[in-house]
């Protein structure tokens, strides 16, 4: 596969924003995204939205932090360091997702505007423990949805924001139709919990036309952190300045590799592993 550029020696990276959740255990949220961002030549900024209390067995708990303060790392990221591509995770909470849409907006990241924005929408855990309180739900399909350059849902999250459970091809094109109405430039439905089928595809549909980006099924249980880490790897991709076809073709193939070389992490789902290109 290409792989993105490292900086040469002494010379600043491109930059990008993760405003997420931390995940205590290491395998996905910001973490996950930094992790990523770092092996695809990428400087990442964060913005933490909350702290989990978890570990390769689920979330026990979580903590938000305050909408402002969420609002203001944006805020002086941007405005000092400067950023060419940013991404949502675990935001947690409806003021949380407002205060975010609000400064993106300010800033000039989202759909529409100078600085692509990749959305995770982050609802729950792999374990199915909440990330997102109920009622933020409407939040995420009104406010954070259509701030969307490309928004990466799971089946799951696909069934929470538009009602649709994806089963085939015909539920995955109507989901992302779906998503695009809801305000996303691009939507992307991803195939890796589909297990049905022997192969992993993912849909990519911009109000337009619709994409395909298919990839062996990768047969590990170490599957911890892989949407962080596709959505991460679309944000260096749009940071580096590709397009967002190009973004997700190379994320679909860094994902894989990343599940490829993934490990026994404690006692449950162990991680994905982007370190991969410090040892292939």
Same mark, same amino acid.
């Given at each position: ?11 600043? %990276? ?31 900024c ?6 989990? &209390? ?19 790392? &944006? ?19 409806t ?14 990241i ?19 423990? %909440? ?14 949805? %259509? ?50 089928s %022997? ?6 549909f ?75």
């Amino acid at each position: 596969m290409k792989l993105l550029p490292l900086a040469p020696r002494g010379q600043t %990276p491109i930059r990008a924003l993760t405003i997420a959740g931390t995940d205590s255990g290491g395998g996905a949220g910001i973490q996950a995204d930094s992790r990523t961002m770092a092996m695809c030549g990428v400087h990442a900024c964060v913005a933490v939205a909350a702290v989990t &209390v978890q570990n390769s067995l689920g979330v026990s708990g979580f903590h938000e932090i305050p909408p402002e303060t969420v609002a203001a790392q &944006v805020r002086c990221v941007v405005d000092d360091i400067g950023v060419t591509a940013a991404k949502t995770g675990m935001l947690a909470s409806t003021a949380i997702i407002e205060a975010v849409a609000q400064v993106c907006t300010e800033v000039g990241i989202g759909h529409g505007r100078q600085i692509p924005l990749v959305v995770d929408p982050v609802c729950a855990s792999m374990h199915g423990d %909440p990330l997102l309180h109920a009622e933020a739900l409407d939040a995420v399909r009104t406010v954070l949805v %259509p701030q969307a350059t490309v928004v990466t849902p799971n089946l799951d999250e696909i069934r929470l924001i538009t009602g649709i459970e994806v089963v085939d091809d015909p539920t995955a094109r109507r989901a992302a139709e779906a998503l695009h109405v809801l305000g996303a430039q691009w939507a992307i439905v991803k195939g890796g919990h589909l297990r049905t089928s %022997p192969d992993s595809t993912d849909l990519l549909f911009d109000g337009d036309r619709f994409l395909e980006f298919t990839s062996p099924r990768i047969d590990t249980g170490n599957d911890h952190g892989g949407g962080d880490t596709l959505a991460a790897a679309i944000a260096s991709a749009l940071a580096h300045g590709w397009s967002v076809p190009d973004a997700v073709a190379f994320a679909k193939e860094w994902v894989t590799k990343c599940l490829e070389w993934s490990y026994d992490l404690g006692g449950g789902h162990g991680p994905v592993n982007p370190l991969w290109r410090l040892q292939a």
